[in-house]
């Protein structure tokens, strides 16, 4: 059973960071695309950021580029978000996805992900 945990959610205030965690079991996605969505209350699931299965391509949404760094160990089935200069408008449920298939891409679409994650609350004051 493929199991996608993220972890390192919490309350920060503006300013702050958080580095979330996204663990993988159940199958290796080393050879996958993973990203990374948030949810915030009212709105649309919305693209974060995504990774290829190199770490070689990256892609990023407008708001949150030069702020946040998405990036994987595949050696431990893992990939992060880190997230630096958070604002409150960054408030959500963020959400870890993986790609089923493998190659070569990078994707900014829920539908291009196969697997999800439950999901890590973030919280920025302010």
């Known amino acids: 059973q493929v199991q996608l945990v993220e972890s390192g959610g919490g309350l920060v205030q503006a300013g702050g960071s958080l580095r979330l965690s996204c663990a993988a079991s159940?199958?290796?996605?080393?050879?996958?695309?993973m990203g990374w969505f948030r949810q915030a209350p009212g709105k649309e699931r919305e693209f974060v950021a995504g990774?290829?299965?190199?770490?070689?391509?990256?892609v990023y949404a407008d708001s949150v580029k030069g702020r946040f760094t998405i990036s994987r160990d595949n050696a431990k089935n893992t990939v992060y978000l880190q997230m630096n200069s958070l604002k409150p408008e960054d408030t959500a449920v963020y959400y870890c996805?993986?790609?089923?298939?493998?190659?070569?891409?990078?994707?900014?679409?829920?539908?291009?992900?196969?697997?999800w994650g439950q999901g890590t609350q973030v919280t920025v004051s302010s």
């Open positions: 996805a993986a790609d089923r298939a493998t190659g070569w891409g990078v994707y900014k679409l829920p539908n291009d992900y196969d697997y």
């Open positions: 159940g199958r290796t996605f080393s050879s996958s695309a």
């Open positions: 990774i290829n299965w190199s770490a070689g391509r990256t």
